[in-house]
């Protein structure tokens, strides 16, 4: 069995977003909406250590994540240690890779899974966290990879970041992890019908949807995201997948709002949204 846990279902900026006023923060700030803190995922097989937890994406609020989920939590047999036991990096965003500098304080070197050109951009990280804990980086291949006993993965290459199909080989469970989508590539296209669980990038409803609280903004797909409106929406309905379901929304995405017509539409399509805490076993 594969067990995921959303420790974090929004864009980079959270929700509500420090300095923004939209509709949707000015609702997370009054309670009317639930806030979210920024993307990463949780998961095990859960055949195998009950300790043995990865992360997808180490986003800036981490901490908080780590204490919001006790199974991320140190255990009380010695007075330093950690259940995670590995990193992977979709891209180099800062907000996806910020929280491997909150990981810190410990000895062993922090291992880490990600394509060359995201460590090449993320060269500087090894200078910074050299006087602390040395990273282990890990190639990551188009092939399955052992990870943990019966649990695989393997890499799925997009145009500027990467999706993560996750394979249970004791139970067959398959899940596949991209939060950052701006193609849907031949590739993409056959993990998702290989795939019984997908979190799928749900960042922008449309594509002009950022400069209508900023204007000049670039657009959805100009920041490698496919709109869900008139890109993913049609695609993912069509997907044979048993959950499907949005994650990584920016704070302006109309789909946070429960009852807008936009929640309605993905709802109706049979795909769920993200919310942190969300927790699947398959």
């Given at each position: 069995m594969i067990r995921i846990h959303i420790l974090g279902s929004a864009a980079g900026g959270g929700l509500p977003q420090w300095n923004c006023a939209c509709a949707n923060c000015a609702a997370a700030r009054a309670g009317k909406i639930a806030p979210q803190t920024q993307s990463s995922i949780a998961i095990s097989?859960?055949?195998?250590?009950k300790r043995q937890w990865f992360l997808i994406n180490a986003s800036p609020d981490l901490p908080r994540q780590i204490e919001n989920m006790p199974e991320l939590q140190p255990h009380r047999d010695s007075p330093r240690n950690t259940p995670i036991r590995a990193v992977f990096l979709t891209n180099a965003d800062i907000d996806h890779a910020l929280g491997l500098f909150l990981l810190r304080q410990d000895e062993a070197p922090l291992v880490v899974y990600a394509a060359d050109q995201?460590?090449?951009a993320l060269a500087w990280i090894d200078g910074v966290l050299a006087r602390f804990r040395r990273i282990e980086w890990r190639k990551i291949s188009a092939d399955f990879q052992s990870l943990s006993g019966?649990?695989?993965f393997r890499a799925i290459q997009l145009p500027g970041s990467v999706a993560y199909q996750f394979r249970d080989d004791s139970s067959g469970a398959t899940a596949l992890f991209a939060p950052i989508v701006g193609e849907l590539t031949e590739q993409l296209r056959n993990a998702v019908d290989a795939s019984a669980v997908i979190l799928f990038d749900g960042t922008f409803w449309t594509d002009g949807e950022l400069a209508t609280v900023r204007p000049g903004a670039r657009t959805s797909r100009?920041?490698?995201h496919l709109p869900i409106s008139d890109g993913?929406?049609?695609f993912l309905r069509q997907s044979p997948a048993?959950?499907?379901i949005f994650t990584h929304m920016n704070n302006t995405n109309p789909i946070l709002r429960p009852g807008s017509?936009?929640?309605a539409q993905v709802e109706q399509a049979g795909i769920a949204i993200a919310r942190d805490g969300l927790e699947?076993?398959?």
């Open positions: 097989s859960e055949s195998e250590d995201t460590r090449t019966s649990l695989g100009e920041m490698n993913s929406l049609d048993r959950r499907k017509r936009e929640r699947i076993v398959l």
